[in-house]
């Protein structure tokens, strides 16, 4: 195995960053070629693929966050023994050698996240390391919690280095199952001008109501078909929009752990929902997403950062539905895809925890301390060996 000494010296690296989300439906892998002149770093996708987990496996995953100790354990071991296959998945998809690369950041698998308090993300770095023999960059977000932030969102970093070349004002939205945006002010001028945060849901609360609506058949809710189905219950709305969450200061940051089960569960019981108004629930919540990221920007941003364009990734650009409400809410300005700029929309994340890694290996500090309240930059992840 190459030593950190030998990669800290290299003004270029192969770095394959690992992305599962809060969604718990598969892997993305990302090739990454970064370059550092000084303290500057450049990166390039080189190779994308995302790949889905068994239905099986996804549901040991969405059971984590209630799942007893034995369970994380073994989970912790066994999600990267799934890593592991994938990667060579990836490799033999690309026709590539495991000396493609000479580093992997790996974020692994959130089970809970309390902000600005602790988080727990699971997958073992060295199993990765005993299976490709390089060094892997691991556990990114305890650090910034550490020094008093919230540990995420880290995304922030990458959109920074992506588009501040525009020097617009851009709302850079990231829809996973949660959803985040940077907000990349058109005069910035370091890291620290930009500003991020978790509006709330993304696609975490249509997925669960799909996969209830469905019986289990379907696991999200594909082209927003059951959300065009159902009609937007404006009580519902109201009680979602109502949550402290989205009114909540800066920091912020969220989980499954409030936009989950136990929220619609509780919808469910509240408006004394039947099986028969589970497509008006999809609907509506899928209307919240939106409405959330409209409310978070509104209330932070609107007044000294009127928007030139948003740019979108994740899986959420895949729901018109969602495009659709937010083209509405943000009249009048314009929304493209990450994909029109060469950043595949899925491969955002993977992107990013590619280059935190790097980052981590030159000693370049990752976190914004702007973003998660963090008491001053540090250097983020964990190095296994």
């Known amino acids: 195995m190459i030593s950190i ?21 598969g892997l993305d892998i990302c090739l990454a070629e970064i370059k550092r002149n000084n303290s500057e770093i450049d990166a390039r ?6 790949y889905l987990y068994s239905d099986d496996f996804k549901n040991r995953l969405l059971q984590l966050p209630t799942a007893n100790t034995g369970e994380i354990c073994r989970m912790n071991f066994e999600i990267t023994k799934i890593y592991s296959d994938l990667i060579q998945q990836f490799l033999d998809e690309f026709q590539l050698g495991v000396n493609a690369f000479n580093l992997i950041g790996s974020h692994g698998q959130t089970v809970w996240h309390i902000h600005r308090d602790s988080t727990l993300q699971i997958g073992e770095a060295s199993v990765l390391a005993e299976r490709f023999n390089v060094p892997v960059i691991s556990d990114f977000r305890v650090r910034d919690i550490a020094a008093g932030g919230s540990g995420a969102p880290l995304v922030p970093f990458i959109d920074y280095l992506l588009f501040k070349k525009f020097q617009k004002n851009l709302l850079v939205l990231n829809i996973g199952g949660i959803a985040n945006f940077t907000m990349i002010p058109s005069d910035a001028t370091g890291v620290d001008s930009i500003y991020a945060l978790d509006t709330g849901p993304g696609n975490s609360l249509i997925d669960i109501t799909a996969q209830m609506m469905s ?8 082209d927003g078909m059951i959300a065009l189905s159902g009609t937007i219950r404006q009580d519902i709305l109201d009680f979602l929009l109502n949550h402290p969450y989205i009114s909540s200061p800066m920091p912020k940051s969220t989980g499954r752990e409030i936009f989950g089960k136990e929220m619609i569960d509780e919808i469910v019981g509240k408006f004394r929902l039947s099986r028969s108004d589970y497509a008006d629930l999809v609907a509506t919540v899928t209307r919240f997403t939106a409405e959330a990221i409209f409310a978070n920007y509104r209330h932070f941003f609107a007044d000294r950062y009127p928007l030139d364009e948003i740019i979108i990734s994740g899986g959420g650009t895949d729901n018109p539905v969602i495009v659709k409400y937010l083209k509405e809410l943000f009249a009048g300005i314009q929304v493209h895809r990450s994909d029109d700029y060469g950043i595949q929309s899925d491969s955002k994340e993977a992107f990013a925890f590619a280059v935190l890694a790097a980052a981590a290996v030159w000693g370049i500090t990752g976190n914004v301390p702007n973003v998660t309240g963090a008491g001053h930059p540090v250097v983020l992840g964990k190095i296994t060996l």
């Open 5 to 25: 000494w030998e990669l800290h010296k290299k003004n270029t690296l192969n770095v394959l960053g690992l992305m599962s989300g809060t969604s718990m439906d």
């Open 45 to 50: 996708v080189k190779h994308y693929s995302n």
């Open 215 to 222: 019986g289990g058949g379907m696991s999200f809710d594909k």
